[in-house]
């Protein structure tokens, strides 16, 4: 009986390890798959974001609609608003919550360093404040004016970079008083390179379709001078010289002139017309 219950005894403790082990790995694992959830979801949306991006090359607004959208799920905001610079104002370009506000799409509000996202423009950096409520009344009498109307209290605003200087903000904001996470600022930051490079590659583009519109303007008034034009265009896509080089023999055949090059450096050449003689 003694042999059977020291027995006994043994085969349990030898079990202990085992369930202990178990209860340590559960929550670690749970951790890992929601940290792996969170990584997936959102690289699914700065995916959704490029493709946005590439689908509208002449349009920005479905970009910025977009970038709104994710940022406010993925942050667990109350709203997500981007505002560009137009002269002395920061104008709501797109906006994604359902917290009431003043600054509906196509609203201005001053571009002063009296609020949060304005001062994420003129100082080109990061602005997260976790209880604007309780934020200096003389630093930032435009924020805490707007806090008082709507409530919020956490916010986040994080500039939209191009080259040195910032075009514009992605402003987040909780009706709570909660920080956003080092994460969550990241993806952010994230969001507003993709929005600053879309913004820029959408002027470019439409720059490069009002050039092809206005030089087939110009084939259609002047039949005289579309040789130059249409040589012109098609040289400036893809060497600048070969386009100057096209336009000066076009002009020297035109008008019987002769190109004579007084001087030349890395940075072009110098020269004369004058009259071809035959």
Do not use: Y
Not at 229 to 247: L, M
């Amino acid at each position: 009986m003694e042999r059977g219950a020291k027995s006994s005894k043994v085969k349990v403790e030898s079990k202990l390890p085992v369930t202990m082990k178990s209860r340590n790995e559960g929550p670690t694992e749970r951790a890992f798959e929601k940290r792996l959830a969170e990584t997936l979801e959102q690289q699914a949306a700065i995916s959704e974001i490029l493709r946005v991006i590439s689908s509208s090359p002449g349009d920005v607004k479905p970009m910025l609609n977009a970038v709104a959208e994710r940022a406010l799920k993925l942050c667990d905001a109350a709203d997500a608003t981007i505002f560009l610079v137009e002269g002395d104002k920061l104008r709501s370009a797109a906006r994604f919550g359902s917290t009431p506000t003043p600054l509906e799409e196509g609203k201005f509000m001053p571009f002063t360093r009296g609020s949060l996202t304005g001062r994420a423009v003129i100082d080109c950096a990061v602005v997260h404040i976790e209880d604007l409520a309780t934020a200096s009344e003389e630093e930032f009498p435009v924020a805490r004016e707007l806090q008082r109307r709507l409530g919020h209290h956490t916010v986040l605003s994080v500039p939209l970079m191009r080259e040195d200087r910032a075009i514009g903000a992605i402003a987040l904001w909780r009706m709570e008083a909660r920080r956003f996470t080092g994460k969550q600022i990241a993806l952010v930051k994230t969001f507003a390179d993709q929005a600053a490079i879309a913004i820029e590659n959408v002027r470019l583009f439409n720059e490069d379709e009002g050039t092809a519109g206005a030089t087939d303007r110009n084939e259609r008034d002047s039949s005289r001078d579309q040789p130059i034009a249409v040589g012109c265009a098609a040289g400036i896509r893809h060497d600048r010289s070969s386009c100057f080089e096209t336009v000066r023999c076009r002009v020297g055949e035109r008008f019987h002139l002769r190109w004579s090059v007084t001087s030349s450096s890395g940075f072009g050449e110098t020269g004369l017309w004058s009259e071809r003689r035959s």
